[in-house]
């Protein structure tokens, strides 16, 4: 007795399903971002006050303390990708002004365009079927799976689309943040006299 073979079609695996996701920027740059703005910043109300600066030592404290709020509602950056578009925004205490977060139907998504860059780097915009222009997220963890779902959703193909920064040069610039670190530790203690 003999039963009939399954169709090609029956035997073809089913499509893997989308997998809604929410993106966030990577940490390493994170880390070494917000480490690199203290390296800047934190030494100079300390010496504005030893070298009796014209500025005060409080309002520039207050300015750096700002900026530094202002440097991590940017790092707060989402990317939201669900069946029905794409999505960046921020957290709600960050200001629309400051950081406005934008959406995108996958149906208006119709090109994906490279712009280089001054520092000669590539970046992608999302082109919408009303011309708008949207920025491509490219300093996010889990990038390569974020542009596979991208060419999934669209039909765009996103082969030759990579991160606009690679690990290893964020990995160099917290060494020498680090080391910058320790630059200014050492510069307050004889600042301050705390040297033996």
């Known amino acids: 007795m003999s039963f009939p073979l399954p169709s090609p079609a029956s035997q073809a695996p089913s499509p893997e399903p989308f997998q809604p996701r929410v993106f966030r920027l990577s940490p390493l740059i994170r880390i070494t971002l917000l480490l690199f703005y203290v390296s800047l910043t934190v030494p100079l109300p300390f010496l504005a006050k030893v070298t009796q600066a014209a500025v005060p030592p409080q309002g520039l404290a207050i300015g750096l303390i700002l900026g530094g709020v202002a440097l991590y509602a940017a790092l707060c950056e989402r990317v939201m990708v669900n069946e029905q578009g794409i999505q960046v925004a921020y957290p709600a205490w960050v200001p629309p002004r400051f950081r406005k977060g934008w959406s995108l139907p ?43 779902q991208v060419q999934a959703k669209t039909g765009l193909d996103t082969t030759d689309v990579r991160p606009l920064a690679q690990p290893w040069m964020y990995l160099f610039l917290l060494v020498l943040t680090v080391f910058l670190l320790a630059i200014d530790t050492w510069t307050l203690c004889m600042a301050w006299g705390w040297t033996a």
Request: hydrophobic share 45%; net charge positive; glycine share 10%.
């Open 106 to 148: 996958w149906a208006e998504v119709k090109a994906l365009k490279p712009r280089s860059t001054g520092q000669g780097g590539i970046v992608y915009y999302l082109l919408s079927t009303s011309d708008q222009a949207y920025l491509l997220p490219m300093r996010i963890a889990g990038f390569a799976q974020f542009v596979r």
